[in-house]
T-cell receptor, first 114, second 110 residues
């Protein structure tokens, strides 16, 4: 019963490096989301997707890119890592039932940019 | 501009007593409110929710109250248990998106 799986769990990057954070869900959810959480702050939405091939910006999209080629996968790309991108990243997925849209989260990726 | 605020960074409660966690919001377009619970090194997990057309929703030991005129919601946990110790996030829905508060750390002492 995997749910939402994020890899890697931890990563240290040097300034200017790039990497992809992986997210996969096995619940056949249409909606997927990427958040970042900085210390003492709530989760802030980076990008989201309402289905394969459809993505949209959230509150803090600068410095990130996403793609959604399948229902299951929603990778987040950092092209030129900066210290301001040091954070914990959470991926989530959801579906709508009536008016309910509950998001299910992965365990997170802790990223440090040095 | 914080649209969802949890003004208490932490709360400490004795086991068996009531825990009350508060949340204020500013956007009257929010139509659904949720509480999530988060343990260290894990992702948030859904706890309870309430539609903006209701003022109360109950699920076992957890009750959420919504006061739309005051733009305020609260989560009541009765009785509190040591396993409830976690970070609690309030979230509000607008369209397809959730806006989260900064969280409140709850410590339940045995």
């Amino acid at each position: 019963n995997a749910g939402v799986t994020q890899t890697p769990k931890f990563r240290i990057l040097k300034i200017g490096q790039s990497m992809t954070l992986q997210c996969a869900q096995d619940m056949n959810h249409n909606y997927m989301y990427w958040y970042r959480q900085d210390p003492g702050m709530g989760l802030k939405l980076i990008y989201y997707s309402v289905g394969a091939g459809i993505t949209d910006k959230g509150e803090v999209p600068n410095g990130y890119n996403v793609s959604r080629s399948t229902t299951e996968d929603f990778p987040l790309r950092l092209e030129l890592a900066a210290p301001s991108q040091t954070s914990v990243y959470f991926c989530a997925s959801s579906y709508w039932v009536a008016s309910k849209n509950i998001q299910y989260f992965g365990a997170g990726t802790r990223l440090s940019v040095l | 501009d914080q649209q969802v605020k949890q003004n208490s960074p932490s709360l400490s409660v004795q086991e068996g007593r009531i825990s009350i966690l508060n949340c204020d919001y500013t956007n009257s377009m929010f139509d659904y409110f949720l509480w999530y619970k988060k343990y260290p090194a894990e992702g948030p997990t859904f706890l309870i929710s309430i539609s903006s057309i209701k003022d109360k929703n109950e699920d076992g030991r957890f009750t959420v109250f919504l006061n739309k005129s005051a733009k305020h919601l609260s989560l009541h946990i009765v009785p509190s248990q040591p396993g409830d110790s976690a970070v609690y996030f309030c979230a509000a829905r607008y369209g397809n998106k959730l806006v989260f508060g900064a969280g409140t750390i709850l410590r339940v002492k045995s």
